[in-house]
């Protein structure tokens, strides 16, 4: 709300035309659409769209926007003004039911009408692609070189990094050249042939590939793609139907997601090759830092607000969402009291690699069962990974005799599952409840239990990311770089090693200092520690969601005493304990007993 009144003034006051409000995922524009209702109690009637995602409004079982498959696509731009009229003029709120009923009755495409409708509609709630992806974004609005009054909002602003390099990165499989050589030589020589002289050369970066390898250049590589490109576009506009004609246009979509990606290749991407974990050798044209991208999508707009409880460091998130320097941020100071939270770090354990063994996951469901037993209410306990959650749920079980209700986050849960783990924190219980969840999940992010729903979140671990090629790569990319942030130096530990460096900072004293000025721009902290961070603020950040709300927040991970990692907490987080299990139950005991 704090976002949304002052745009929706703005606009009011003629300063604008339209409010775009971006999100990362469903769960947020569904809380976006709330605060514009409650904007509407008081009296605002602006025209509020969400647009979904075509494939969960599409009617039909599989999409397929053919006129021959699709009977809404035949002669839908015949119907499509009269239902874009009818909801115009007869309502406020597009609701999703509302939108489809519409659709039906004209037999339209519900997403090709939506589409229609946010030309006259004052704020359209959508995902980040709709803006930022260089294939799916709105060209009604974003017509090349057209800026426009609008007002960009964007929601969980954190998420974009990640979104962004995926927006504008691309990558070739081997495999799929051979396979496209089966399918299409009987229908052209010239294309299988084409696709032999691509496979050939990747074969010979295969051979040369180990883990993998940072090619300076694709030399000519990029030319035989073009050849290949335009045969495939020549071959695809004159053969209609042919029955493998699904997946010859997939490949050709991504091979042409590849060049156009590669018209932008700079000093911000950087090229590799490796394998995937079905051993298939990919070529990859890596966006490592998608700020100018994203700063040619932020022109378009009067004006663009990023907003997230957890840009931390935010000259990390200045640097990576946009390139201009005249950005300014805003430290907004926590409106919750202290005295409703308890947050403590455990000086005993660790999630390191080296120490995951029986005896570290017995102390970590020891520190799981008194932080529960404590009492009695519903807690989530966040892991690093699948496979540790699974350990560490095995030692808990064989001590826990049912006296805590569990149910366990699985792989690839469906919206029915998620909405059922959901329910589990509603209603009264005679046993507290249990949560055992994935950092980094769907649950870590997003999901809003207030009041008594959740009264204590434990996050194992420091949330790195795996090591992988892509991260080893962003690692190397950003090793020795330096960035300066004006002011007096300000002596700190920082780093992969824990050396130690000179940091500039403004004063001690200001909102951006301590915490949020960087250190020597370090690789292994622009891979690892930064997005692993986000991801311990954002499970922590599931505790307090009101001023009503309390709880307990326990880090189990010593290495959250290191001064590297301090110096991401945020301001609000100066009052950590540290315990081990033994001084646990007293802290504990204290903080319940002293709950204003």
């Not at 008081?42 to 009617?59: D, F, N």
């Not at 115009?88 to 939108?99: A, N």
């Not at 004209?106 to 995902?127: G, T």
């Amino acid at each position: 709300m704090a976002v949304v009144f002052p745009a929706v003034k703005a606009v009011g006051e003629g300063l604008s035309d339209k409010i775009f409000y971006l999100t990362a995922k469903t769960i947020t524009r569904t809380v976006a659409k709330d605060a514009f209702d409650i904007l509407k109690e008081a009296g605002y009637r602006g025209k509020v769209l969400i647009i979904m995602a075509k494939e969960k409004i599409c009617p039909l079982e599989e999409t397929d926007c053919n006129p021959v498959h699709c009977p809404r696509a035949k002669g839908h731009y015949d119907r499509v003004n009269d239902a874009v009229f009818e909801l115009m003029t007869t309502e406020h709120d597009y609701t999703r039911e509302r939108l489809l009923s519409c659709a039906e009755k004209h037999q339209v495409c519900p997403f090709e009408m939506v589409l229609d409708l946010s030309l006259w509609s004052d704020v359209i709630i959508c995902d980040y692609n709709y803006v930022f992806d260089p294939n799916v974004y709105l060209k009604r609005f974003f017509a090349e070189g057209v800026r426009g009054e609008y007002l960009f909002l964007i929601d969980e602003a954190h998420n974009l990094v990640e979104r962004g390099r995926e927006m504008y990165s691309a990558m070739l499989v081997k495999e799929d050249f051979l396979k496209m050589k089966r399918l299409l030589r009987p229908y052209s020589a010239k294309i299988a042939s084409a696709l032999e002289k691509c496979n050939r050369q990747l074969l010979e970066w295969k051979r040369e590939c180990e883990r993998y390898t940072v090619l300076e250049s694709v030399g000519s590589f990029a030319f035989s793609l073009m050849r290949l490109m335009s045969l495939m576009d020549e071959f695809l506009q004159r053969r209609a139907e042919f029955p493998e004609r699904k997946e010859a246009t997939e490949f050709y979509l991504n091979l042409r997601h590849f060049m156009n990606m590669f018209e932008r290749l700079d000093e911000n991407y950087v090229l590799y090759t490796d394998f995937d974990g079905d051993s298939q050798f990919c070529l990859h044209l890596f966006c490592v830092n998608p700020a100018q991208n994203l700063q040619e999508c932020l022109d378009r707009a009067r004006s663009s607000v990023f907003f997230s409880a957890t840009l931390l460091p935010v000259q990390y998130y200045k640097e990576l969402l946009s390139a201009r320097e005249d950005n300014y941020a805003v430290y907004a100071a926590s409106a919750f009291q202290k005295e409703r939270r308890l947050l403590f770090v455990a000086r005993d354990v660790s999630s390191l690699y080296t120490r995951r063994n029986r005896t570290e996951f017995e102390k970590i469901a020891a520190y799981i069962r008194t932080v529960v037993q404590a009492r009695r209410g519903n807690y989530i306990v966040f892991f690093p990974s699948y496979r540790y959650m699974e350990q560490v749920r095995e030692v808990f079980s064989e001590q826990n005799s049912g006296a805590v209700d569990c149910v366990m986050q699985s792989t690839h849960m469906r919206e029915e599952e998620r909405e059922a783990f959901i329910a589990e924190f509603s209603g009264a219980r005679e046993r507290p409840l249990l949560a055992f969840c994935v950092l980094g999940g769907i649950f870590s992010e997003g999901i809003d239990l207030k009041h008594d729903r959740l009264i204590g979140v434990l996050v194992v671990g420091t949330g790195l990311p795996q090591i992988c090629s892509r991260r080893e790569v962003l690692k190397s990319y950003y090793n020795g770089e330096s960035v300066q942030v004006t002011g007096e130096p300000y002596p700190c530990v920082c780093g992969e090693n824990g050396g130690s460096v000179v940091r500039n900072v403004r004063d001690e004293n200001d909102a951006f200092s301590v915490r949020n000025a960087l250190c020597r721009k370090n690789g292994f902290s622009y891979a690892y520690q930064y997005p692993g961070m986000n991801k311990v603020l954002q499970a922590a950040g599931r505790v307090i969601r009101t001023a009503q709300d309390y709880g307990v927040i326990g880090l189990l991970d010593e290495r959250f005493l290191r001064r590297d990692y301090q110096i991401l907490f945020p301001r609000e987080w100066d009052d950590y304990r540290v315990c081990s299990l033994e001084t646990l139950p007293g802290l504990l005991e204290d903080f319940w007993e002293e709950l204003p």
